[in-house]
């Protein structure tokens, strides 16, 4: 099976920087993406590493470890509106060209 | 471009009766999609993934009578979730997957709000 882990919640302030990390144990991985999901709202792709490294997009980026079973998100110069839950999903092989399954979601909250 | 549409947004319906949920690809094929559950507060838990023209694979611990997947053309699939019961009661959100630059990524819908009182 799959299993990963990730803070339920987070807190910072306008402007800051915060980085929600995400572990997993699975089999037949193929990369690791991002998501930001506001309440009652669709998921939305925010990122996904496939290779160890950083991948930047904008405020956000995301980084991957293969060996360690570790990625991060990190947001940059928050702002009110990035307030959201945010997933790591872990994108695995099946027999139907791979499947993402969802960690748990981590709650961000941004204040003034 | 792609936008995944769901329809109807939300419903209410009485326990015992049978709703159905469309998810359509609209500005693109989707020879894939999935369907996921979420509770509130809750991941998103994946129930099963349709490729058109085939039946759809389950995940463990999902009733295939239950919850009835149809993708019968490259841009509609459809969930008809059978004799509902207030514990069916979630936001049900449908993804399809789009090949892009050989990374297959997935487009989410609004999601449909399902309550059985």
């Known amino acids: 099976g799959q299993s990963l882990e990730q803070p339920s919640e987070v807190t910072a302030v306008e402007g800051a920087i915060v980085q929600i990390n995400c572990t997993y144990q699975?089999?037949?991985?193929?990369?690791l993406s991002w998501y930001q999901q506001h309440d009652g709202g669709a998921p939305t792709f925010l990122s996904y590493n496939g290779l160890d490294g950083l991948e930047e997009t904008g405020r956000f980026s995301s980084f991957l470890s293969r060996s360690d079973s570790y990625g991060y998100l990190l947001l940059q110069e928050l702002q009110m509106k990035d307030s959201a839950s945010y997933f790591c999903a872990v994108r695995v092989k099946n027999n139907q060209g791979g499947k993402l399954i969802f960690g748990q979601g981590t709650e961000l909250s941004v204040k003034p | 471009g792609a936008v995944v549409s769901q329809h109807p947004s939300w419903v209410i319906c009485k326990s015992g009766t049978s709703v159905k949920i469309e998810c359509r690809s609209l500005?693109?094929?989707?020879?894939?999609m999935f369907w996921y559950r979420q509770f509130p507060k809750q991941s998103l838990m994946l129930m099963a993934t349709s490729n058109e023209g085939s039946k759809a694979t389950y995940e463990q611990g999902v009733e295939k009578d239950k919850f009835l997947i149809n993708h019968a053309s490259l841009t509609l699939s459809t969930l008809t979730v059978t004799s509902a019961h207030p514990e069916d009661s979630s936001f049900y959100i449908c993804?399809?997957?789009?090949?892009?630059?050989?990374?297959?990524?997935?487009?989410f819908g609004p999601g449909t709000r399902l309550t059985v009182l």
């Open positions: 500005d693109f094929q989707a020879t894939t």
């Open positions: 699975t089999s037949g991985f193929y990369g």
């Open positions: 993804s399809a997957r789009l090949l892009t630059y050989g990374y297959n990524e997935q487009f």
